[in-house]
């Protein structure tokens, strides 16, 4: 309805169907074929100069100036020759198409209605009284009718599209829910698995060599001796494996759905605790991340704790969640050697892996020695609501 070339056509094509009808009369053309021709003039420079313009605006104040235009050219047209009404056909669609409201498109209606029967009266005189009410009557009770039918055929059809964005929307929500469903129950089955089959087996190598060490230490000789060192040495091995195997089953805990971050952080330093002795203190207050953003930190403590767990040798650990800014600014510090004394993190594919994670979201990765000794590692996350937040913007922009 609302393509200008179509409107532009049907214009051009009403206003040449007017000046056919003068046409058809023979010479010499009189006042009122004049008078049909200036009006229909009228109506085409009015057209491309204004009404054409507001074509989909739906603003009422243009709606009116279209109406009023419309309807003194329908009256004066139709006071030259009573066939000028032919107009309509264009006039009534072009005023339903511009109305901001139903309630606009009727007023309208009915002025465009009461200048056709004025037009009517104009030419005919009083005699023309009953015919102009009966014309006028007729044509706005068909183009009330047809345009209210047709407005509620369009209205069905944007209701149905919001409906169906909507469900498309949940559909989305819903596939996406099943995803995240079906990659925690995998987490938890490969945590399950490494923590029954290789944990386990890790286990039993570490007591069958500290039973072996001991053995061997009763026993003298230089043989003895090498073979007691080569059993200390599959005892370190077989431990710093078991605590990857443990670093591994931590990182895979899944996210629980519904649970919050700082429950989440709770759990994973209580867990943490537990299995390695190193006392971490956990500290969330951060509000404004969705849910993707909520697993890229907690996913990026646990590989935390485990650089500290591998490398840090640290008797206490510190997990902070902040808003500084527009960020939410995730710190996981520690007490013990520090980066450089440690075996090489940041070139490892855990740390690696969390500077990807933060990448993708715009975030920022960054590992430090601390002020105090140990290492800080900050993970920066931009607030989903830092953009109608003014504590999140500088002072400059508050202003």
Do not use: C
Not at 52 to 76: K, M, T
Not at 271 to 279: A, L, M, N, Y
């Amino acid at each position: 309805m609302l393509n200008r070339r179509w409107w532009d056509v049907a214009a051009i094509a009403v206003a040449s169907i007017l000046v056919l009808f003068t046409l058809f009369d023979p010479p010499p053309y009189g006042p009122n074929d004049w008078g049909v021709w200036a009006t229909t003039g009228a109506f085409l420079v009015f057209y491309f100069a204004y009404a054409r313009a507001h074509l989909g605006v739906d603003r009422l104040a243009p709606h009116l100036v279209i109406s009023i235009a419309f309807a003194v050219l329908v009256g004066v047209g139709a006071s030259f020759e009573p066939s000028f009404a032919i107009i309509q056909v264009f006039v009534y669609p072009f005023i339903w198409t511009t109305a901001p409201s139903i309630r606009s498109a009727l007023v309208s209606n009915v002025l465009i209605g009461v200048a056709l029967a004025a037009g009517y009266i104009v030419h005919f005189g009083p005699s023309g009284i009953v015919a102009g009410v009966i014309s006028a009557m007729v044509s706005v009770g068909f183009s009330i009718a047809l345009g209210l039918w047709i407005t509620n055929i369009a209205l069905y059809g944007q209701e149905r599209g919001r409906l169906l964005d909507e469900l498309q929307a949940a559909q989305g929500q819903l596939a996406a829910m099943h995803r995240d469903a079906g990659v925690v129950e995998e987490r938890a089955r490969l945590a399950r698995e490494i923590h029954d089959t290789i944990a386990q087996s890790l286990t039993g190598l570490v007591m069958v060599a500290q039973r072996t060490g001991t053995r061997l230490g009763g026993v003298d000789g230089e043989t003895a001796a090498s073979a007691r060192t080569d059993v200390e040495l599959m005892e370190q091995m077989a431990r710093e494996a078991l605590t990857e195997a443990r670093g591994l089953v931590a990182s895979l805990a899944p996210v629980e759905p519904g649970a919050g971050l700082g429950d989440a952080l709770e759990r994973l330093a209580a867990s943490f605790e537990r299995e390695t002795g190193v006392v971490v203190t956990v500290t969330a207050s951060a509000t404004g991340l969705s849910r993707e953003h909520e697993v890229v930190l907690l996913r990026s403590a646990q590989e935390g704790l485990a650089n500290v767990r591998k490398h840090a040798n640290a008797g206490h650990a510190a997990v902070t969640v902040e808003s500084i800014g527009g960020e939410v600014v995730l710190t996981v510090a520690d007490d013990g050697v520090g980066p450089g004394a440690a075996a090489p993190g940041t070139s490892g594919f855990g740390l690696a892996g969390i500077r990807d994670r933060t990448a993708l979201v715009g975030g920022s990765f960054a590992i430090e020695p601390g002020d105090g000794g140990g290492t800080v590692l900050r993970v920066g996350i931009p607030r989903a609501d830092a953009a109608t937040d003014p504590s999140a913007l500088p002072p400059e922009e508050t202003a």
